[in-house]
């Protein structure tokens, strides 16, 4: 256990939809990191926060938006779903001081029909 | 360009043998991070180990080790002594420090053979 959470583990949803993944970092991680998997893309890195500030954007979709919160959990909002965003979506943290150690979540693994 | 490449889709290994994990990145920053990650059948994603373009010694975690070749712009991913557990698909992953981007290779499936 890596001491990331994800909710929720599987999402499942219609084309045109929107849904919103929650990411809770270790205790004291201050940086998340979100990812994207899927078998047209493999790994692509999408976003990451460093204590609430976005830090570095990655291939992230105009039709995606994240945030980090005070409380340093962060949400990865997808809307207007494609079936091409079907895919396992992780999130990952990092200690301060620390960034070239991450450690992930269990992924969510989302379908859209 | 292709920021990092991995040439070995499949990989195959007896148990308890070294094996090599190829991974050869492109970049024009002088600071940049090298990262390997293991994810096994069940889905997780695991990092293992991590080679900073300044550091001089290879990097070592256990029986993983990361052979930095900075010249030939390779981090080739070293496991020695490999188990059953080993068996899983590899990622390796630069980050460089200019704009803060990660890129990943595609994967080696290793399959370690009892």
């Known amino acids: 256990d890596s001491g990331v959470t994800q909710t929720p583990k599987h999402l499942i949803t219609a084309t045109g939809q929107r849904v919103t993944l929650r990411c809770s970092p270790r205790?004291?991680?201050?940086?998340v990191y979100w990812y994207q998997q899927s078998l047209d893309q493999g790994l692509q890195f999408l976003i990451q926060?460093?204590?609430?500030?976005?830090?570095a954007k990655g291939n992230i979709l105009e039709r995606f938006s994240a945030q980090q919160f005070p409380d340093l959990h962060s949400e990865l909002n997808l809307s207007s779903l494609e079936l091409g965003d079907s895919a396992l979506y992780f999130c990952?943290?990092?200690?301060?001081?620390?960034?070239?150690?991450?450690?992930f979540g269990p992924g969510t693994r989302l379908l859209v029909l | 360009a292709q920021k990092i490449t991995q040439t070995q889709p499949g990989m195959f290994v007896q148990e308890k043998e070294a094996v090599t994990l190829d991974c050869t990145y492109d970049t024009s920053d002088q600071s940049y991070g090298l990262f390997w990650y293991k994810q096994p059948s069940s889905g997780e994603m695991i990092f293992l180990i991590y080679q900073g373009s300044y550091d001089e010694q290879n990097a070592t975690e256990g029986r993983y080790s990361l052979n930095f070749q900075k010249a030939r712009k390779s981090a080739n991913l070293v496991i020695s002594a490999s188990q059953l557990g080993d068996s899983a698909m590899y990622f390796c992953a630069m980050r460089e420090s200019e704009g803060n981007q990660f890129y990943f290779g595609t994967g080696t499936s290793l399959t370690v053979i009892p």
């Open positions: 205790s004291g991680d201050l940086s």
């Open positions: 990952a943290s990092s200690p301060a001081g620390r960034r070239e150690t991450q450690y």
């Open positions: 926060y460093y204590n609430g500030e976005e830090r």
